[in-house]
């Protein structure tokens, strides 16, 4: 048996997954934030407005279902 495992390793070795380096890829435990950076001054009500969203928008969490 350890033999066989031993070749099945060297096979594992010379063909990667690359589907299962794809899914952990993809599907990431802790992904990057690609948000844009909130503005440092807000001379307008619609400036203003657009902080008050963006730091709502922290509290949204899109989601991908694994199939």
């Given at each position: 048996?350890?033999?066989i495992k031993k070749g099945l390793?060297?096979?594992k070795d010379k063909?990667?997954?690359f589907v299962d380096m794809a899914s952990k890829e993809v599907f990431a435990t802790n992904p990057?934030?690609?948000a844009d950076p909130l503005p440092t001054r807000a001379w307008t009500k619609a400036a203003k407005d657009r902080i008050a969203l963006m730091q709502n928008a922290r509290n949204?969490?899109?989601g991908i279902?694994?199939?």
């Amino acid at each position: 048996m350890k033999e066989i495992k031993k070749g099945l390793d060297q096979l594992k070795d010379k063909h990667p997954n690359f589907v299962d380096m794809a899914s952990k890829e993809v599907f990431a435990t802790n992904p990057k934030s690609v948000a844009d950076p909130l503005p440092t001054r807000a001379w307008t009500k619609a400036a203003k407005d657009r902080i008050a969203l963006m730091q709502n928008a922290r509290n949204v969490r899109i989601g991908i279902p694994r199939v």
